[in-house]
């Protein structure tokens, strides 16, 4: 995700502008696309960055570009922070404003307040159409957004335009996460927005990219075990030879994930009481 830049803001159709959170990083890649939708006078704005002051200014030159007054609504594609954490300063700067989203398990600790948004709820503005999909995986509170005018789909983190999605172990689930990717695809999205990285053009292409590099992984997670490898440690430098070192700790959650997700499907064990990422495991 290093090293890839994007312009600060961005015209991608007739009624999507995309205005970049200023918060580029390891996770972020070049940060947070935060997306003006619709055509009228007033705008949703999906997603809201991290909380960069340098954002405020970015946002104010997006509305202008895309020759509106200001912002609907704000509707949020999940809690963490790098897409909820610009709430507070784009509302004192054009709010109060209706914030909705699914609600999630760390609203509360996050002191996030919002209309519970549901699995097939929709949400208007002149010229757009957002139908929200729940597709967790990345995190429980997971939204994607149908574009029904353009067939286009908000994919929040599910789907990036660079790098891979990080399955956090806290909140997140390989399983529903490649059970979401399904559905995604089953939408048969044209193109994709993301939340981070470029435009996606053709959407299931790269959904299937996705699929694909997972079920990879996890036959040769499947394949170092059955070798007689048994923690995440070993299974890491047989299988991400492909990867340089500095990666390997983020490789080992991801293979912990997968572990989880094949534990749930009863196809391997742990063999003691430990974690995922400690834990000897066996094929069953
Ligand atoms: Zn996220």
């Known amino acids: ?39 009228g006078r007033k705008r949703i704005l999906v997603d809201t960055g991290q909380g960069v002051g340098a954002y405020l200014g970015v946002l104010e030159r997006a509305l202008e570009r895309a020759g509106c007054d200001g912002i609907q609504e704000i509707v949020l594609t999940h809690g963490h922070r790098d897409h909820s954490g610009g709430l507070a300063q ?20 996050q002191k996030l307040v919002a209309e519970p948004l549901a699995d097939g709820a929709v949400v208007r503005t002149p010229g757009a159409t957002l139908r929200a999909v729940h597709t967790p995986g990345h995190a429980v509170d997971h939204l994607c957004f149908v574009l029904e005018e353009e ?34 695809l089953a939408l048969a999205p044209g193109r994709i927005y993301p939340a981070h990285g470029p435009l996606i053009a053709d959407g299931p292409a790269k959904l299937r990219d996705y699929i694909a590099h997972r079920d990879e992984r996890e036959a040769q997670i499947l394949a170092a075990l059955g ?16 990867v340089p070192e500095v990666l390997h700790a983020a490789a080992a959650h991801s293979v912990a994930a997968h572990l989880r997700k094949l534990e749930r499907e009863g196809r391997v064990q742990r063999r003691d009481a430990s974690t995922p990422l400690v834990a000897t495991w066996a094929l069953t």
């Open 151 to 184: 067939g286009a789909l908000f994919s929040g983190d599910n789907v990036l335009g660079v790098g891979t999605t990080v399955i956090p172990s806290d909140g997140g689930d390989l399983l529903d996460y490649l059970n979401s990717l399904a559905r995604m």
């Open 90 to 109: 784009v509302q004192a700067r054009w709010g109060p404003l209706r914030i909705s989203k699914l609600p999630g398990p760390d609203d509360a600790k």
């Open 1 to 39: 995700m290093i090293g890839l830049t994007m312009p600060e803001l961005d015209v991608w159709s007739e009624r999507v502008v995309v205005a970049l959170g200023q918060n580029p990083g390891i996770f972020t890649g070049p940060g947070t696309n935060t997306y003006l939708v619709g055509t």
């Open 227 to 242: 070798r007689g490898d048994a923690n995440v440690a070993t299974v890491v430098t047989r299988v991400y030879t492909d």
